[in-house]
């Protein structure tokens, strides 16, 4: 009986850890390049119920060309002019196709001087490592709730050459504490690590949440939801 017991944790604990990939599922061939829509030209009623499983539709690799797999311009600086002060440019699977199963994609963040700021955010899908190309930043993520109800701040100052890492899902910011611009790239451990900013999320969703929800949430005064609310959120990540 013991055995048996012993043998029913045991499963149950590897099926426990295969599904808690906390990245991308690794490839099954060599690449998937990303593609709108299957081509089954002898089957045109299969396209219309043809489903995505996890991640895009395969292009034939007879097919695929440098192109599926290249980006360019990344060392142009970005616009840091929106209310926030900070500019990221993505290049995930939106932008090359052929990171489509890979499970990486990279980031170029612009902050203007004095206090641009990347506003705290998560990627529910990937972890998240930055290192500094230019300026110096003040960055920090915030663990899950612990054992005793805390959620513990790290942070750290960075400058030129100095590397950080966001696990992945947690609430994580870089800000500019610099007189300079700054630019950070980063690499996070998915073709789509997906983004929330969590002011966006929280007041600007659309439709708006029950201004209750958030009074009673945030323990403030019904006319700072309100005030919140009426805010126009800007996406920096364009
Ligand atoms: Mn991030």
Redesign the pocket.
Known sequence: MEGLKFLVVSVVLALASSFASASDPSPLQDFCVAMKKPMVWACFKCLSHALFVNGKFCKDPQQVTEKDFFFSGFNVPRDTSSPVGSNVTAVNVAQIPGLNTLGISLARIDFAPYGGLNPP?T?PRAT?ILVVVEGTLYVGFVTSNLANGDNRLITKVLNPGDVFV?PVGLI?FQLNVGKTNAVAL?SLSSQNPGVITIANAVFGADPPINPNVLTKAFQVDKKVVDYLQKQFWTDNNN
């Open positions: 955010h990627h998240e966001f994580h980063a």
